[in-house]
C-alpha cells in the first residue's frame, strides 16, 4: 500500500467525522482513580518514557488515531473501564513510544484471531520499564475490534496491546481499554498479507508498520 503519511492521517480524520461526538461541558470536578506503576530495573524501558502519574482520570472517553503500513485505525478508548490503563496508554502516545514501531504478532486461528503490538524489540520484549495491576471483571469479553492489553501473566500490564480482527476466545485476564471505531478494513488487509507461520500465530508475512499514533 502506497500513500504519504499525510494522505493516511487525512484519511483517518475523514474517516472518523461521523463517528466523534461533539465533547459536552467539562463538569466541575473529575472522579479520579489512583494507580501503581512499578518500575521493572530488570526490563528497562525500550524507548525514553518516564512513568506515569499515579492519579488517572475516571472518566470519559478519548480517541487514538493510528497510522500504519495498511492504512489508518482509530481506537475510542474507555476510561471509566480502564482509568489506569487508558491513562498508560495515552502518556505511551504522548511520549511518542508507539512511533515507528512494528508489530511483530499475528495470529488467525480457530482460537484467536489478533494483532499484538507495542512490543518494542520483538514479540513480547521491549516494554516501558514499568507494569501495572490488570483491570478485569472476570466478565470482559473480546470481540472483534476489541482492544486490550497483552501481559505476561497478573499485573504485568505495560505496552504490549492487540487488536482482535476476528474474535479471541481467551479467559478474562486482559484490561480492555476499548474498541475500534473507524478502520476494521485495515486489519482485513493484514490478515490477507498472511503469516509467516503454518500454525497461523506468528510473525506477519509483511511487516506492520506503525508509523505515527496521537490522541485527540
Request: with cysteine.
Amino acid at each position: 500500500m502506497k500513500r504519504s503519511i499525510p494522505a493516511l492521517i487525512a484519511a483517518v480524520l475523514v474517516a472518523t467525522t461521523l463517528t466523534t461526538t461533539t465533547a459536552s461541558a467539562a463538569p466541575t470536578s473529575r472522579p479520579v482513580a489512583k494507580c501503581e506503576f512499578t518500575p521493572t530495573p530488570e526490563n528497562p524501558a525500550a524507548k525514553p518514557v518516564r512513568v506515569p502519574s499515579p492519579v488517572a482520570r475516571a472518566k470519559g472517553t478519548v480517541d487514538v488515531y493510528f497510522v500504519t503500513n495498511y492504512g489508518p485505525f482509530v481506537v475510542r478508548m474507555d476510561r471509566s473501564n480502564a482509568p489506569c490503563g487508558v491513562h498508560n496508554f495515552v502518556h505511551l502516545v504522548k511520549s511518542r513510544f508507539y512511533d515507528a514501531t512494528q508489530c511483530f504478532r499475528l495470529t488467525n486461528s480457530a482460537r484467536l484471531g489478533v494483532l499484538q503490538c507495542g512490543d518494542i524489540y520483538r514479540q513480547e520484549e521491549g516494554g516501558p520499564g514499568y507494569k501495572f495491576p490488570d483491570e478485569v471483571t472476570g466478565q470482559e469479553t473480546y470481540e472483534r475490534g476489541t482492544v486490550a492489553y497483552g501481559n505476561q501473566g497478573p499485573g504485568t500490564n505495560g505496552s504490549e496491546f492487540f487488536v482482535v480482527h476476528s474474535f479471541a476466545h481467551i479467559a478474562p485476564n486482559y484490561t480492555v481499554l476499548g474498541h475500534v471505531i473507524a478502520g476494521m478494513s485495515t486489519f482485513d488487509r493484514m490478515v490477507a498479507a498472511g503469516i509467516a507461520d503454518p500454525d497461523q500465530d506468528g510473525p506477519p508475512a509483511k511487516p506492520i508498520r506503525i508509523y505515527k499514533v496521537w490522541t485527540r
